[in-house]
């Protein structure tokens, strides 16, 4: 399993990330990110959660898969 970790000090809230993986990063009313279903990431989720980091313009994702 892979685990989802944001560092909000890089995060610029632009929410690239949740507009390619909507299930696991949400802007909420205030503007921040949050991880709606928290930082494990379901096995048939992976791709589309890899692409959202990758995503990312500030780095401020980092997905931690087994063997990382």
Same mark, same amino acid.
């Given at each position: 399993?892979?685990?989802?970790? /944001?560092? @909000?000090? @890089? #995060? +610029?809230?632009?929410? +690239? #990330?949740?507009?390619?993986?909507? @299930?696991?990063?949400?802007?909420?009313?205030?503007? !921040?990110? $949050?991880?709606?279903?928290? !930082?494990? +990431? !379901?096995?048939?989720?992976? $791709?589309?959660?890899?692409?959202? +980091?990758?995503? #990312?313009?500030? !780095?401020?994702?980092?997905? /931690?898969?087994?063997?990382?």
């Amino acid at each position: 399993m892979a685990q989802i970790r /944001l560092d @909000k000090s @890089k #995060c +610029v809230y632009l929410g +690239v #990330c949740e507009s390619m993986s909507p @299930k696991y990063f949400e802007l909420n009313d205030e503007g !921040e990110l $949050d991880l709606p279903v928290g !930082e494990q +990431v !379901e096995h048939a989720d992976l $791709d589309e959660v890899r692409q959202a +980091v990758l995503g #990312c313009p500030t !780095e401020a994702l980092t997905l /931690l898969e087994d063997g990382s």
